[in-house]
């Protein structure tokens, strides 16, 4: 027999405007379950933001349907209890990390998850151990989050959203303004978080990381809809697609005298 | 060009570079204090005696000192507390030159400036008499010891203040506000004011340099007027969609309105000697002067 696992987020035609005026997500249909690694892939204002806060309870959807856990997210807003037990299980990591530190120091910022949710103090003491062990940054935790660099604020950022110890992991372009040698250290933690069964939802548009940190692959649209859904490697490999999703342009150049065009990834310049 | 021609040039040419603006020079110097309070933590840091010690003893014990230095009437008691702060800040690794120089150089000139025409115009005991042409001025010894005592106050005061930050990281001073009672709502705003301010002011610093990187030549007036303005106003945006993001990222980890606060510190012996002490000195400084003298 095979066994099937528990949906997270069961999304029915989710759409989303802003102000009444400009739509951030439209028909959105989508269901993620337990322990899977998604990428949400989509070019700059294609709903990817929006559809992760919609996801941690910080939007509601203006049309369609939303279930976490198999409970209407209605119902979960409307019960004290049930809003600590989602925000214990679904950790949002922002994609500027100077929002989400907002502590006087590292180790307030990440002991802030565990306070909130009236855990005993030894169990919060615990937790911010192991968070900032785990993001190998024990050295930062009585440190002014001003004084870090744009890496350690990003590891302070995640750390500050594990030590809440979530099953769900939500990454808003963990990888953006990073210089390379921190990206790959945050892609590898990412991975190893993967690995260890946390269900991931990473939103980026740098295609070189989605092969490590994701299982599926899900592109937004330019119409703010999702426009495929699939393994890394179909979606991967479909250049007509990426460039409809805007993720990457026909580029133009010469061989000696012959005129040649291909696809080329956007933000990287082939062959260098 | 001989050499003395390009050296003769050089003035020339620097004296037509754009002068910084008001608002702009204000920026970078309010910018620079800030970078330079981050860089006083590194004192706050140092393995000294009043760095060891909790700060909320800490605090209590320079609160008590700065009333006792804004009650005490008598310049001996207040040159005995001065004196103290420097052997605090002495034993504490605290860069003695740079710390006198930072008070007396500010307060001490600025306080002194303020009480100097008192020396002149009250009093009653005739100390220099100095004949001015047409009119004189009689310098008084009572009044230029109240003068001195004023100095000495406001000195006394400043020091163990400085002192008090030097040697103690911000975060550990906010969190130890709640010792005296002050909400945790309200040590949060102030903890947040601060993180966020530094975070403000560089952003506008860089608005400023995109713009000076595109002027070629000088800008009206008017022009300067409304573009701050106009900067004042993106700057104000910007804060306030920050400020719904920074909400959002609280609410995200279970905000639910009510603060809840983590405090590792543990009042050793030495904590207690050093608050009892300060209480003792205190006492003096107000009491035990009056009866000396």
Known sequence: MVTRAAPIFELYGVGYTYSRKQVALDGINLTVVEGETLALLGANGSGKSTLLKILDGLYTPTTGHLRVFESDIQAVAADLEETHRFHRRIGLVFQDPDVQLFSPTVGDDVAFGPLQLGLALSEVRRRVEAALGQMGIEHLRDRAPFELSGGEKKRAAIASVLSLEPDVLLLDEPTASLDPRTKWVLVDMIAELGRQGKTIITATHDLEIVPIIAQRVVVMGEDRSILADGAPERILSDDALLVEANLIHEHLHRHATVAHAHAHEVDAHHGL | ?293
């Open chain 2, 1 to 293: 060009m001989t050499t003395e021609q390009a050296s003769a040039a050089v003035p020339q040419a620097n004296s037509r570079r754009l002068k910084p603006g008001f608002v702009e020079k204000t920026l970078a110097d309010i910018s620079s204090s800030i970078e330079r309070a981050i860089f006083s933590e590194e004192n706050a840091r140092k393995e000294g005696f009043l760095q060891r010690r909790d700060p909320r003893a800490k605090l209590l014990a320079f609160v008590v000192l700065i009333i006792a230095a804004g009650l005490s009437r008598e310049w001996p008691v207040l040159v005995g507390l001065y004196g103290l702060v420097l052997v605090a800040a002495a034993i504490s690794s605290i860069d003695l030159g740079l710390f006198i120089k930072r008070v007396w150089l500010g307060m001490g000139l600025f306080s002194g400036v303020v009480i100097l025409p008192s020396i002149f115009f009250i009093g009653h005991r005739e100390l220099l008499h100095i004949p001015l042409g047409f009119f004189s001025l009689t310098v008084h010894g009572d009044a230029l010891v109240a003068a001195a005592i004023f100095v000495l106050r406001v000195c006394a005061s400043v020091s163990l203040a400085i002192l008090l930050i030097l040697t103690t990281k911000w975060a550990d001073v906010l969190k130890s506000l709640r010792v005296m009672r002050i909400p945790n709502a309200l040590v949060l705003v102030l903890a947040m004011t601060y993180r966020y301010i530094f975070l403000v002011l560089h952003t506008a610093n860089a608005m400023f340099l995109a713009r000076k990187s595109r002027i070629v030549a000088r800008t009206s007036g008017r022009e300067q007027r409304w573009w701050i303005v106009s900067s004042v106003g993106v700057l104000m945006s910007r804060s306030l969609r920050m400020s719904e993001d920074v909400y959002q990222a609280m609410l995200a980890r279970g905000f639910q309105g009510e603060m809840q606060t983590i405090d590792d510190y543990r009042m050793r012996p030495a904590d207690w000697l050093l608050l009892s002490a300060s209480i003792l000195v205190a006492a003096t400084t107000v009491a035990g002067g009056r009866l000396w003298w």
